[in-house]
């Protein structure tokens, strides 16, 4: 089965870290580009940062800009978000997008709490 698995997220005080994953499975993720995405309780998802095939190129969005890297280990098949000095207003459920032309994998998303 072809799919994004996402993992890392959970419940972590205002200022603290999580680092969340997003694995691949049944094909190669080197080849997609990945975006990190997030939906808060009653809003609508919002893309997060996105990283190109290669790794060059790397996008964040303005809340998270300073404190969130993207980063991808081909070898591993996984793309990864580091999220540091979190706050409340981070919170929600963060999903992983793989993208080349029209094949298009979205995972089941992981919870992000960020606590004040």
């Known amino acids: 089965q072809l799919q994004v698995v996402e993992s890392g997220g959970g419940l972590v005080q205002s200022g603290g870290s999580l680092r969340l994953s997003c694995s691949a499975s049944g094909f190669t993720l080197d080849y997609y580009a990945v975006g990190w995405f997030r939906q808060a309780p009653g809003k609508e998802r919002e893309g997060v940062s996105c990283i190109s095939k290669s790794g060059g190129r790397l996008m964040y969005a303005d809340p998270v800009k300073g404190r969130f890297t993207i980063s991808r280990d081909n070898a591993k098949n996984t793309v990864y978000l580091q999220m540091n000095s979190l706050k409340p207003e981070d919170t929600g459920v963060y999903y992983c997008?793989?993208?080349?032309?029209?094949?298009?994998?979205w995972g089941q998303g992981t919870q992000v709490t960020v606590s004040s």
């Open positions: 997008n793989a993208n080349l032309r029209q094949n298009d994998y």
